[in-house]
């Protein structure tokens, strides 16, 4: 078996680092993006471990949220990122504190709201509607005879 090209020292050193971003990468070079959001100038991403080896002066890094949900992974260069310090060892009040921005609405996702708010009133209404139709058509309530 080949030992890596790098030492532990240096896997450490590169793995716990937090970098902001500086130019967004294209998006053939983002592996995991989550719906609604985008990557944006001034994004803090966690460093992860040496990957990608067969990019040179490339950095594999991960957005997360407040929450640490996973909102995107991309390769950056050097370049379109900096370095801003070490990863925290500790949380306060147990949320991140180098989230990523929140996603910004866009018209398409508004548009898309509205239009499920819509879908579902009119389901619901639909539904009502079928109900008393077939409650007034088949069903009476029964008596109970003693």
């Not at 990122?81 to 147990?94: A, D, E, F, I």
């Not at 009119?122 to 009476?140: A, E, M, P, T, V």
Request: positive net charge; hydrophobic residues 40%; contains cysteine.
């Amino acid at each position: 078996m080949e030992d890596p090209p790098y030492s532990a020292e240096e896997a450490e050193a590169a793995w716990n680092k937090i970098f902001e971003v500086l130019k967004p990468p294209p998006r053939e070079r983002i592996q995991f993006l989550r719906l609604g959001y985008e990557i944006q100038v001034g994004d803090f991403a966690w460093a992860s471990p040496i990957v990608p080896r067969d990019k040179e002066s490339m950095v594999h890094l991960t957005g997360y949220d407040e929450n640490m949900l996973n909102i995107w992974y991309a390769d950056l260069e050097l370049s379109e990122v900096r370095c801003v310090g070490p990863k925290p060892t500790s949380y306060p009040n147990r949320k991140n504190p180098f989230p990523v921005k929140p996603a910004a609405i866009s018209a398409r996702l508004a548009f898309g709201r509205v239009k499920l708010a819509f879908i579902s009133r009119w389901h619901s209404w639909k539904l009502r509607h079928i109900r008393r139709q077939n409650l007034l058509k088949y069903g009476k309530e029964t008596i109970a005879k003693p």
